[in-house]
């Protein structure tokens, strides 16, 4: 039987919050399970959330005219992509599972947190466009959305001032599920 390895990416600003607590009992457990466990502490890294030219290592391929999404996938399929990227990229590579812990801010999770994804699962690496669906590039991966609300269930019910909560959390799933079909 081979290690399981798994990949927390965890977006709290406070190590002592509950999400901080869950985090840390996901890494016990886990690990007495006989899992490996890396921690991607987006705070603690202080991990750069906005999509930037510094995400690119060396030429463009048009520029004179800056698109990161073109960029970024050019970059991936030519290993130019800056260094802390690459790094993020290889934990999710080698994970089986990769946990996403967060607090719900807004309808969604973190700024930060978003800003790991868009920076890390880039076109070529972990999707291909336009074939989304059909071709996620991280198959055989299991991902897990574990987060807190700050409200109780009748808060994210269809009769709840947020609304249901799988109407919330639709475009995270979805996203997700692309990744692995």
């Not at 930037?52 to 290993?79: M, S």
């Not at 812990?101 to 309808?107: D, G, H, T, V």
């Amino acid at each position: 039987m081979t290690e399981r390895k798994v990949l927390i990416v965890y977006a709290h600003q406070e190590p002592k919050s509950l999400n901080g607590s869950l985090k840390t009992i996901a890494v016990e457990e886990l690990s007495k399970q006989g899992c490996r466990v890396t921690v991607s502490d987006l705070y603690e890294m202080q991990f750069e959330p906005r999509t930037t030219r510094k995400d690119i290592v060396g030429e463009l391929y048009h520029p004179e005219q800056f698109n990161y999404g073109v960029e970024a996938w050019e970059a991936c399929k030519n290993g130019s992509l800056s260094e802390d990227l690459i790094k993020e990229q290889r934990k999710v590579k080698e994970a089986d599972l990769v946990i996403f812990q967060f607090p719900l801010y807004w309808f969604s999770m973190p700024a930060i947190m978003k800003g790991w994804m868009d920076r890390v699962l880039v076109q070529g690496f972990a999707h291909d466009f336009p074939q989304c669906y059909d071709s996620g590039l991280l198959k055989n991966k299991l991902a897990l959305l574990s987060f807190t609300t700050g409200g109780g269930k009748e808060m994210y019910s269809d009769e709840g001032v947020s609304g249901d909560i799988r109407y919330l959390l639709w475009p995270m799933q979805s996203f997700l599920h692309q990744l692995r079909n």
